[in-house]
């Protein structure tokens, strides 16, 4: 085999990896969860949300946030060194979590949060 | 969205340069680094593009790290195998051509290993269970024939040795409690300074490398290895306690004799397609099967249709990029080595991987790494092949799948 062919189908694998890159970058959001879908038939799924944080409460060991995506979910989120963001009213923040259920409501106890702006 | 993927991409193939390169430096270590920074970097990066950096690292350093293993003698699990025939072309001046082989391994592999995705997203969730049964007495078969093919009593009783001391130092390294990367000084001194230690006895010199332009083998062979890379590669992904290393003696004997080059076509091709069918493994049964994926699992629990796209694009991305490195980079080796006294590289780099052990392992790891290199001394001595070592990793995952 020539080296330069070598090169070539490289640089093919390379230009078709950017192209589905392209793609992909531009569908990825639709893969997020709607909170109006997440129901308790989730219970104990991961989901990945956004939405902006219309309430947080801080307490000693958890933060307690309600997303508004228009509709509201609450997100749980336990304080650990590797998980804390700094978060405010207003963030618009990503969340990934497990779906769980607390007095009969649907809430996110939160495994990672990012703020996006 | 698209920018920040392409940016974390490119991140992730200049980390794979660097774990690639380094000897000691694992992916694994990096991988555990980003996630452990996560919070922070994720002000940056989502995690989606987070995953996408680890994945272009992870093939990225499957393509770099067969310049160290072929030019110093210092291999990690994935490579360990392609020491031997590696140094062997290098000593005829064809180390250029050993790393090419590897590469033409790892690029049509990949592509071959991708093409097979939606086949595998169909077999995994319903072969995975009733094929984890027959791994063990699987490996055992390959063993046992692998030792009978040697010639004479002599041979076949050397080579049982050598699988059984190598496998025991294995057994206890990986049990070993509180023991920091247990396969780097082990791996180290059974493939890498064992042999450097029999190339200064032998005062080996290097000859002056040829760089050619092209690579003649014979097509059967190529599709023997690159087929044997895919499938092999491929089935460590779907199971635990098999890794690259196992899975270069199964393919290695399922093919039956391989040429040095087709076998440096096939040892190239495992590593890579292990790391992208191990993205399989994580859609279709959401299991991790090696560090890179287990630190993408860390960061998004489980990945949909959507996101293992974005990752096998990242793959091929980062698979081309990787190409083009390796050969570049592999002419400035060559450079180097041709410059250095031959015995004063091998002494160097015998010193650097004692350094690199005692700052990762500590005492225990330079005990370990003494004990491998006497036992990897052995092979050269009663001139048996080398790959019996590798009963370092066989026996504990053999042990694994039957206890």
Redesign the interface.
Same mark, same amino acid.
């Given at each position: 085999? =020539?080296? =330069?062919n070598?090169?070539k189908?490289?640089?093919?694998?390379?230009?078709?990896?950017?192209?589905?890159?392209?793609l992909?970058?531009?569908?990825?959001?639709? =893969?997020e969860k709607n909170i109006e879908k997440i129901t308790l038939d989730n219970k104990d799924e991961?989901v990945?949300i956004k939405g902006t944080i219309s309430n947080i409460v801080n307490t000693e060991k958890v933060t307690i946030i309600k997303i508004l995506q228009p509709q509201e979910i609450t997100v749980v989120l336990f304080k650990n060194e590797? =998980?804390?963001?700094t978060i405010q009213q207003g963030n618009e923040i990503?969340v990934?979590g497990k779906v769980d259920e607390y007095e009969g409501k649907i809430e996110i106890i939160a495994?990672?949060?990012?703020?996006i702006k | 969205m698209f920018l920040e993927f392409l940016i974390a991409a490119l991140l992730g193939i200049f980390a794979g340069i660097f774990t690639g390169l380094t000897p000691g430096i694992h992916i694994n270590l990096v991988s555990l680094l980003v996630v452990s920074a996560s919070a922070y970097l994720s002000a940056v990066f989502s995690f989606a593009s987070l995953g996408v950096f680890i994945i272009s690292m992870a093939i990225t350093h499957t393509f770099l790290d067969t310049l160290p293993a072929i030019f110093l003698g210092a291999p990690e699990a994935e490579t360990a195998l392609s020491v031997l025939p590696g140094h062997r072309l290098l000593l005829k001046g064809m180390g250029y051509e050993a790393v090419k082989l590897t590469i033409i391994g790892s690029l049509f592999s990949l592509i071959t290993a991708l093409a097979f995705f939606p086949l595998f997203i169909f077999l995994v969730p319903r072969i995975y269970e009733k094929l984890q049964v027959y791994i063990g007495y699987a490996l055992i078969l390959i063993m046992v024939y692998m030792i009978l093919i040697e010639k004479g009593n002599d041979k076949k009783f050397w080579s049982f040795f050598v699988f059984m001391m190598s496998g025991i130092l294995g057994l206890i390294v990986l049990t070993f409690p509180n023991l920091e990367q247990p396969l780097f000084p082990l791996l180290s001194g059974l493939f890498g300074v064992s042999m450097l230690i029999v190339s200064l006895m032998q005062k080996t010199e290097i000859p002056k490398q040829s760089i050619t332009d092209q690579i003649k083998i014979p097509k059967m062979q190529s599709f023997k290895a690159v087929g044997a890379a895919t499938f092999t590669g491929s089935l460590a992904s779907f199971f635990p306690g098999l890794g690259p290393a196992q899975a270069a003696v199964i393919g290695s004997q399922i093919v039956g004799s391989l040429e040095n080059y087709a076998f440096l076509i096939l040892v190239g091709g495992i590593n890579t397609v292990n790391m992208a069918v191990s993205l399989v493994s994580l859609y279709t049964i959401n299991k991790a099967r090696n560090g890179a994926v287990l630190a993408i699992m860390e960061l998004l629990h489980s990945i949909d249709f959507s996101i293992l796209m974005l990752f096998i694009a990242a793959t091929l991305f980062a698979g081309g990029i990787a190409t083009f490195l390796t050969l570049y980079l592999s002419k400035i080796f060559i450079k180097i080595i041709e410059k250095v006294n031959y015995s004063k590289l091998c002494i160097g780099v015998i010193i650097f991987v004692t350094i690199m052990v005692f700052y990762f392992s500590s005492w225990l790891g330079l005990l370990i790494f003494l004990v491998s290199t006497a036992i990897g001394i052995i092979p050269n001595i009663v001139n048996v092949k080398r790959s019996h070592s590798m009963g370092c990793l066989i026996l504990p995952v053999i042990l694994f799948f039957i206890l």
């Open positions: 085999m =020539k080296e =330069k070598l090169l189908i490289a640089l093919i694998c390379s230009l078709l990896g950017l192209l589905i890159l392209y992909v970058s531009n569908n990825i959001e639709i =893969k991961f990945n590797n =998980k804390t963001t990503e990934i495994d990672r949060v990012r703020v | -």
